[in-house]
């Protein structure tokens, strides 16, 4: 990349299981990354993100055979509704994939021929869990029993969630399947060991070189070196989900084995769509580029010794920074359906606005291991508080004043040059804060310009001097000031809020930001009429998101489900995906007799949408327009362009079409149900 002198970087989080919806745990991890990755864009750095589905393993295996279908349906289905939750909450993947996939099926065999070939890969005979009742070998975590450590009772087969203890499903006390409540039999099996002690020395060396792994992490593999590093089981019994051993007929690679080469595997598959991609760019043993994995701290284990071991062997070059972060809780406890604080993106984002969970997760995390907790309360108090009332609260008092009197022309100079100046110097300690993941300070400090701003609009009193003196240059230049400012403040928290940001260069009448664009004011340029730029959070709003779900979860179901006749049923229109959108921009197509080309935010990105309304609405009568949108139709091409969307709308055509209202006190993105 000849004009960036600095590396790229590739970012990665870990792989969600493809058995299951997306939840606000996984959210969590999911947004620090995303958060990250768009500081760097800011600040002008080539930065990926990729990430995958974890295809594999016996629990998938079990849920397709519950539901009648095949393996590779459910994660099909699984897949697709993860993309379109992380794509709600803005999470800007460059590429998503599975490990269930060609290039991961290649680089898993390349891995393990390289080990093998090193000498690392042993065979062993060893007593294997089987339930008789199920007819399986039992996949460690489903054998639970007491830690064999520190005796904490209904712990995993393979890692005790107390004292954080690694061991074998024979070492539990008392152990039972989960599936069937019997205590397992132990069958004698063949299975293949990857040596994790042959890289003891490389392994401390990679962690006493820089700051890969935190502090915490650090002092709990020093635990783990000082018991010593076992061998690692790497294969599982058939029946399983998964890829077969090459060489080994019956034995399927452990999932855990192939899940981090999925990190690999994404930016494969990327690199083969776009050719600015270069996988050995960031994986050979010399790449100057930078990698980072953002992971939860329960899977440190893997990720800071067997995989960086498993890169060692086979020719890859290690990470550059392996980052962990706590579990999250709700309202101080374990996320509980019973209490409804099981919280799916799905049921979230059909309640609220996904801007406001990434703005909580903002000022609630920081560069170590703690939990975090989403406090309902607090999250309403501290949304509404510091984005409502002192963020959007700035660019609302000015700028209905520069509309109606300077008709959105802002002031050729600064009103208060050293305010300015104090808000652009801080552009430095919170690019250092978000650089190093300490994003509750950044919150903090950009929030206390925030009030700065609100001060100086008080104390200046714009409306007062409206009132004694007119429309004066004054006025207009103690507005436009605190527009400029409002405008460095959507800079700072870019990467934290997306979409609300867009929308405010919008209003802006900005094009695209870089981080160093606080420094130049776009002196006397024009605003847009002002839309509220975010809603407060109502009550009513957290007691739905809790409440118990009268349907169950959107279902997972095989394509080929249909019905004969013409009616359809519950499941086939929950398929539909209904969302309240806003129309911000509408244009006539000249050569079309009946369309209009609209730009419809629909909480999740703004939608090209061509409707056929062009002989009932002029342009100008529907902007601003909130609007139905099936967000989930296929992209159709059109001669015009790809119109991504339809918006509902009732009438016999022609001159006779109504659009369908929305409620305007409905975020942006709802589900229509």
Not at 147 to 176: F, I, M, N, W
Not at 568 to 588: K, Q, S, T, W
Not at 596 to 607: N, P
Request: glycine fraction near 6%; hydrophobic fraction near 40%; include cysteine.
């Amino acid at each position: 990349m000849p004009d960036n002198p600095t590396p790229p970087i590739l970012v990665t989080s870990a792989l969600p299981y493809a058995n299951g919806p997306i939840h606000l745990g996984h959210l969590l991890e999911v947004v620090q990354t995303d958060i990250w990755v768009r500081f760097q864009r800011l600040q002008g750095r080539s930065c990926l993100y990729v990430c995958a589905d974890d295809a594999h393993g016996t629990p998938i295996m079990l849920k397709a055979e519950e539901m009648g279908i095949k393996p590779e349906e459910l994660i099909e289905s699984v897949s697709t509704q993860h993309q379109e939750d992380f794509a709600a909450f803005g999470i800007s993947f460059s590429n998503y994939h599975s490990s269930h996939s060609r290039e991961n099926r290649d680089l898993v065999e390349y891995i393990y021929q390289r080990l093998k070939n090193g000498g690392h890969i042993i065979p062993k005979s060893i007593l294997q869990a089987y339930d008789e009742s199920k007819g399986l070998f039992l996949p460690d975590r489903y054998v639970k029993g007491g830690c064999p450590r520190c005796k904490a009772e209904d712990q995993h087969g393979d890692s005790c969630e107390v004292c954080g203890a690694t061991y074998s499903p024979r070492d539990l006390v008392e152990p039972r399947s989960i599936l069937t409540d019997t205590e397992p039999q132990w069958r004698e099996s063949i299975h293949y060991f990857f040596r994790l002690d042959d890289f003891r020395s490389t392994l401390l060396q990679w962690l006493e070189q820089s700051d890969h792994v935190q502090p915490e992490i650090k002092n709990k593999l020093d635990e783990w070196f000082q018991e010593g590093l076992a061998d690692w089981d790497i294969s599982r019994d058939a029946p399983y989900f998964g890829f077969e051993i090459p060489d080994a007929p019956g034995k399927f690679f452990y999932v855990w084995l192939d899940a981090p080469i999925g990190y690999l595997a994404s930016l494969k598959a990327l690199s083969e769509k776009r050719p600015d991609v270069d996988f050995d760019t960031f994986w050979n043993p010399d790449s100057r580029a930078e990698v980072y994995h953002f992971i939860g701290k329960d899977i440190a284990y893997f990720h800071t010794l067997f995989w960086p071991a498993m890169l060692q062997g086979s020719g890859f070059r290690l990470p550059s920074g392996v980052f962990a972060h706590g579990f999250l809780t709700v309202n101080g406890e374990k996320m509980s359906k019973s209490k409804g604080t099981f919280v799916t993106a799905l049921k979230y984002r059909q309640t609220l606005d996904p801007e406001y969970l990434r703005y909580y997760f903002a000022a609630r995390l920081g560069d170590g291991i703690d939990d975090i907790d989403l406090n309902l309360e607090d999250f309403t108090r501290r949304v509404n508080s510091d984005l409502v009332g002192k963020f959007v609260n700035i660019a609302s008092r000015c700028a209905g004043f520069l509309q109606q009197h300077f008709n959105g022309r802002l002031s050729l100079h600064l009103h208060d040059q050293d305010l300015y100046d104090t808000f652009t110097s801080t552009a430095p300690l919170i690019a250092q804060y978000y650089r190093t993941r300490r994003y509750a300070i950044a919150m903090r400090e950009i929030m206390q310009l925030a009030d700065l701003a609100n001060q100086y609009i008080n104390d200046q009193k714009p409306w007062a001097l409206l009132k004694s003196q007119g429309a004066t240059e004054e006025v207009q230049a103690i507005c436009s000031q605190g527009i400029y400012m409002f405008r460095v403040l959507c800079i700072y928290l870019q990467p934290v809020l997306p979409r609300l940001t867009q929308r405010a260069r919008e209003f802006l009448g900005d094009p695209d930001w870089q981080w160093n664009d606080v420094e130049r004011p776009r002196l006397g340029s024009s605003i847009m009429p002002y839309e509220p730029l975010l809603q407060r959070i109502e009550a009513k709003q957290i007691a739905e998101l809790v409440a118990p779900d009268p349907l169950p979860e959107r279902p997972i179901l095989p394509e080929s489900a249909h019905v004969d006749d013409d009616t359809i049923d519950y499941d086939a229109f929950a398929r539909v995906d209904l969302r309240v959108g806003i129309v911000m921009h509408a244009e006539a197509i000249p050569e079309a007799k009946k369309l209009l080309k609209l730009s419809v935010d629909t909480g999740d990105k703004v939608r090209t949408i061509f409707a056929g309304i062009k002989l009932a609405y002029q342009p100008e009568d529907i902007i601003g327009r909130r609007v139905v949108v099936v967000a989930n139709l296929a992209p159709r091409k059109m001669r015009f362009g790809l119109s991504d969307g339809m918006i509902l709308a009732a009438g016999e055509g022609g001159n006779d079409v109504r659009l369908i209202p929305a409620p305007d006190d409905v975020p942006l993105g709802s589900r229509v149900k």
